[in-house]
């Protein structure tokens, strides 16, 4: 079992290669589990609600205490026990931008605003179509303690509505998490686009300034 906290640096140099496989949709939460810590992410089992079976917060002080979760949630089959995957941005590398429309709503929405192209591929992120067929898109970067979180409120006063950042302190469904509306999918995969710095999703794009901006306030 191979699992990753930010904090403890020595272990990125041993995610040499990222995989260049994915799990088929009917595996196991558990295979996918092992697939995400082999891509260097943080991951913790979600309720139906979508919240973490337990507290994380102390993560961030205790490098060794997700490692003695995981090994509980393995031996107790909590994965399997549970509803879907949550992945910690802060540990691992990455934000999500979500947007609250039906996918191609969404699709349009951040061309209409942000002046890309109308496909999932044009955003330059990995996609996620969520429970409710909404719309996810992943990317990485560098250090998410940097950026806090932006609220739909948030990014409204920048004069975008319905768009969401998530960024440190969040805990976000990762496919194929289930709850009552439906399940999250990969629209576009996370594909190792750049393995020497270990990160399973893509750079943030220059469309996504203004997020990087407003969240490093």
């Not at 009917?26 to 309720?47: F, H, I, M, N, Q």
């Not at 969040?170 to 009552?180: E, G, H």
Request: proline share 7%.
């Amino acid at each position: 079992m191979r699992t990753t906290l930010l904090d403890d640096a020595s272990r990125w140099p041993a995610i040499s290669k990222l995989p260049d496989y994915m799990p088929e949709d009917t595996a196991r939460l558990e295979d996918w589990v092992r697939y995400y810590w082999d891509c260097g992410l943080t991951v913790v089992p979600l309720k139906a609600d979508r919240t973490p079976v337990a507290r994380w917060a102390h993560y961030r002080d205790d490098s060794q205490a997700y490692d003695v979760d995981c090994t509980r949630w393995l031996k107790y089959r909590d994965f399997e026990k549970c509803n879907g995957i949550g992945v910690l941005t802060e540990f691992s590398r990455c934000v999500c931008t979500d947007v609250d429309l039906p996918f191609d709503e969404a699709l349009e929405h951040l061309a209409w605003n942000f002046k890309i192209g109308l496909s999932a591929t044009d955003m330059g992120g990995s996609v996620v179509k969520t429970r409710s067929g909404r719309l996810h898109a992943w990317f990485g970067v560098d250090d998410v303690s940097a950026l806090r979180s932006l609220s739909l409120g948030d990014v409204s006063e920048l004069g975008v509505e319905h768009v969401e950042f998530k960024a440190y302190g969040s805990c976000v469904p990762l496919p194929p998490s289930i709850s009552a509306p439906g399940r999250y999918d990969w629209v576009v995969p996370p594909l190792p686009f750049a393995p020497a710095t270990y990160n399973v999703f893509p750079s943030l794009p220059k469309w996504m300034s203004w997020a990087v901006e407003a969240a490093s306030k």
